[in-house]
């Protein structure tokens, strides 16, 4: 063995005077040194609860901001039967023996939404105000992000008040039949009023209940009930709780789809 | 023993820690900026966040949610632990673990021919199709960043970072 490698061995069995002491030293001397510095793993420790109290606290300053504050309705609209459920359009017809629900998951900005109501919308509700199915409509608004001006919500709140005067669907088709050409323009607020006057709706009522956000917390609720149920897009269309692929969905095939499911 | 400032390897010969220093500040540099601003613009909308998380049809809501609510804030804490190179190899581990979760999370949803990130999607037939996501794109970008961060597990010496202040 060289020179070389016996400076870079630890000396640990060197020398004959090796009291414990000065063996340590020669250890501690050769050992790879950590240049001075906090102890990495209490820092570590602190850095890693420090960064869980900051995550916690960002999520829940986060959720904080969202639309809780003064809003305290927990109003449902007419139609609808629990917190976070469908609006039931068609709740004042008499359903025919064994009719399936049909529900409607849509939200206001979505031109494929758009696309759907104008092939199947009319066939849809014949059969729902002949009772033959149990509509529902799930009224989402992921697309608010789309908009500068959360469209989706605030066309969402027009239609539930809307519902307060009976005229849910009316002022849903207002608000298809004047999607903008642009996704994420959206409408403004005098648009949304004047799809309420356009129905026949008493505005100054329609207008306090938009203004008050009464079924906001109801909305919110919605977008819980809908993601639980496992919805992640626009349209989605479930019978009887099952999706319907739309996929080559014909209105034949709806027609067919509906009388099978009826028990 | 040597005489010169720049740090002897095992083998004895010289090598020149700049070039390697250089390229592990830029990683952090680009991990940093991308993950503080991947994670601002999640921060105020959290449900969005929770559902695009669904959307990859993995998780179902009671794990996507909190998983989802979680994330952006995750993402802070990460990119500006690895942007002020602070314990950069365990962040740069962890910041590793997340990309892979994206890139087999994107795959698998390329695989199955999901469409995410198109707002809303409809079917073929009788509906025209959404817009084509760009998985390809999204992919090959997460690589991209893998490689930056599987550098900094191998290598985390870096240049101007807190752990050369700290520990030289």
Not at chain 1, 79 to 92: F, H, I, R
Not at chain 1, 248 to 256: E, I, Q
Not at chain 2, 63 to 74: D, E, H, T
Request: with cysteine; net charge positive.
């Amino acid at each position: 063995m060289g020179a070389n490698a016996k400076k870079r061995r630890e000396p640990a069995m060197s020398g004959a005077s090796s009291s414990t002491a000065s063996r340590q030293q020669k250890i501690q001397a050769a050992a790879p040194k950590r240049a001075g510095g906090p102890n990495r793993i209490v820092l570590g420790a602190v850095l890693a609860v420090v960064a869980i109290i900051a995550i916690v606290a960002g999520v829940i300053v986060s959720t904080r901001g969202g639309s809780g504050g003064a809003i305290t309705s927990h109003a449902l609209p007419p139609g609808v039967s629990t917190m976070g459920g469908g609006l039931q359009a068609n709740n004042t017809v008499t359903l025919v023996k064994g009719a399936p629900t049909l529900d409607l998951y849509e939200d206001f900005q979505c031109p494929i939404c758009h696309e759907f109501e104008k092939l199947f919308g009319a066939q849809i509700r014949s059969q729902a105000s002949a009772g033959k199915v149990k509509l529902n409509y799930h009224v989402l608004n992921f697309l608010d992000s789309r908009s500068p001006n959360e469209s989706s919500t605030r066309a969402a709140l027009g239609a539930f008040c809307a519902a307060d005067q009976g005229k849910f669907e009316a002022y849903h088709d207002q608000v298809y039949a004047n999607q903008p050409q642009q996704e994420g323009a959206g409408w403004t607020d005098a648009q949304l009023k004047s799809y309420a006057q356009n129905v026949g709706l008493n505005t100054s009522t329609w207008q306090t209940c938009v203004k008050d956000k009464k079924y906001q917390k109801y909305l919110d609720a919605v977008q819980q009930q809908a993601a639980k149920g496992g919805v992640t897009g626009t349209p989605t269309i479930k019978l009887n709780g099952k999706i319907i692929d739309l996929q080559g969905l014909t209105p034949a095939s709806l027609d067919k789809a509906i009388a099978d499911a009826t028990k | 023993m040597t005489t010169t400032q720049e740090p002897v390897t095992r083998d004895g010969s010289r090598v020149s820690p700049r070039v390697p220093d250089a390229i592990g500040l830029v990683a952090r540099l680009v991990l940093g900026v991308t993950l503080i601003y991947a994670g601002l613009i999640k921060a105020g909308h959290l449900l969005d966040s929770a559902r695009a998380v669904l959307a990859y049809q993995i998780f179902p809501w009671e794990i996507a949610k909190p998983i989802g609510y979680v994330l952006p804030m995750l993402e802070i804490v990460l990119g500006v632990l690895i942007l002020v190179g602070f314990f950069t190899r365990p962040v740069a581990v962890i910041i590793s673990l997340l990309w892979i979760a994206f890139i087999l999370g994107i795959s698998q949803a390329w695989m199955r021919g999901l469409q995410i990130d198109c707002g809303c999607f409809g079917g073929g037939g009788a509906l025209t199709a959404g817009e084509k996501p760009g998985y390809f794109w999204e992919v090959a970008r997460d690589v991209g960043l893998l490689l930056l961060s599987a550098w900094l597990v191998w290598r985390p010496r870096s240049l101007v970072s807190i752990d050369k202040a700290l520990y030289g």
